[in-house]
């Protein structure tokens, strides 16, 4: 069962942030917050992930709640080849709970 | 490139056909697996192999038939299959279990 809950879809303007939510409200203490991101046919590719304090790489930033019930993953400047159908996803640590099993994403569609 | 390969990127198949998928990672990884994506579906995880022995088999019909010979190859052996079963294969690795996957770019498998 998936345990996290995206919209199915945004949008967002070339050259402005993509804030992509996500909502994880059973996550458990020592489970890590993933982001992939899937363009069109291709496989999924790693963007970033976090356990409970904000995360920056070159791609994005993830943005953890306080509860941990949610994060945001930004996209500080979208172009238009950052559209993809982007993945949150909870996973453990251990050997059984560390899959990485996917749910439906977020399908972001930038425009010019 | 991932580091990943996926051969062949496509492949249409008749239902009495018996073809194999190739997975090859060479990113010393510990860990392989291959997942399925049907049109308008998440992912799904098909096998997990870890350390050459197949820990995971998610309900997959006999008619896959997963071979990991060593630690950097992984196949995907097919016989018999249906119309239903095209869709997107792809394989990934990961350091182990815990890590994060890289994915390749996967085979596009047309039965007719």
Not at chain 2, 21 to 44: D, R, T, V
Not at chain 2, 67 to 83: A, G, K, M
Request: glycine share 6%; aromatic share 8%; hydrophobic share 30%.
């Amino acid at each position: 069962d998936a345990k996290t809950t995206q919209p199915p879809s945004m949008d967002c303007a070339e050259g402005r942030a993509a804030n992509l939510p996500c909502n994880h409200s059973t996550i458990s203490g020592n489970e890590y917050v993933y982001w992939y991101r899937q363009i069109h046919s291709q496989g999924p590719q790693y963007i970033i992930h976090g356990l409970k304090n904000n995360e920056t790489n070159e791609m994005a930033s993830l943005i953890i709640t306080e509860d941990r019930k949610s994060s945001t993953l930004i996209l500080p400047h979208a172009t238009l080849r950052d559209t993809a159908v982007y993945y949150c996803i909870v996973r453990g640590r251990s050997s059984n709970t560390g899959k990485l099993i996917f749910g439906q994403g977020t399908t972001l569609q930038v425009k010019p | 490139e991932t580091g990943v390969t996926q051969t062949p990127r496509h492949l249409v198949m008749g239902m009495t056909n018996k073809k194999s998928l190739k997975c090859e990672q060479h990113l010393g990884h510990n860990a392989m697996y291959w997942y399925k994506q049907s049109a308008k579906k998440p992912l799904e995880l098909m096998f997990v192999y870890s350390l050459e022995e197949r820990v995971e088999n998610n309900s997959v019909p006999s008619r896959f038939s997963p071979e990991c010979p060593n630690s950097s190859h992984l196949f995907l052996h097919l016989h018999t299959l249906q119309p239903e079963d095209s869709a997107l294969y792809l394989c990934a690795s990961s350091q182990d279990m815990r890590d994060g996957y890289t994915f390749g770019s996967g085979t596009r498998l047309t039965v007719v």
